[in-house]
């Protein structure tokens, strides 16, 4: 069983920065899965921003595009996916959820939110305008 744990979530002016980790763990021993982060603002619907494809391309929302940045630490006995998030907008302010499937996914950012299988609990994000 995969459990995800995020973090790093706060309260960060607009043009500011923030990295949000999510912590992996548990049967993670293979290279067929999906990840994302994913996140959702009071009132809206989940919304990917970053989708990462089994083979690792990366397919970023055009709301974060060039401003978020997802990568993944693989050193051992420690598996973190980040989200390195840049020129925050108070737009940007939602709970950010990291997630993960088994499956193989080619389909990137137009892969919908309740295809993944295995959920965070998520890390709030406020941006402050």
């Known amino acids: 069983q995969v459990q995800l744990v995020e973090s790093g979530g706060g309260t960060v002016q607009a043009g500011g920065s923030l990295r949000l980790s999510c912590h992996i763990s548990?049967?993670?021993?293979?290279?067929?899965?999906?990840m994302g982060w994913f996140r959702q603002a009071p009132g809206k619907e989940r919304e990917g921003a970053v989708v990462?494809?089994?083979?690792?391309?990366?397919?970023?929302a055009d709301q974060v595009r060039g401003r978020f940045t997802v990568s993944k630490d693989n050193v051992v006995n420690t598996n973190i996916l980040y989200l390195q998030m840049n020129s925050l907008k108070p737009e940007d302010t939602a709970m950010y959820y990291c997630?993960?499937?088994?499956?193989?996914?080619?389909?990137?950012?137009?892969?919908?939110?309740?295809?993944?299988?295995?959920w965070g609990q998520g890390t709030q994000v406020t941006v402050a305008s």
């Open positions: 997630a993960r499937d088994p499956r193989v996914c080619r389909g990137g950012i137009r892969i919908p939110p309740d295809w993944f299988q295995i």
């Open positions: 548990g049967h993670t021993y293979t290279s067929n899965y999906c």
């Open positions: 990462v494809n089994t083979g690792g391309s990366t397919s970023y």
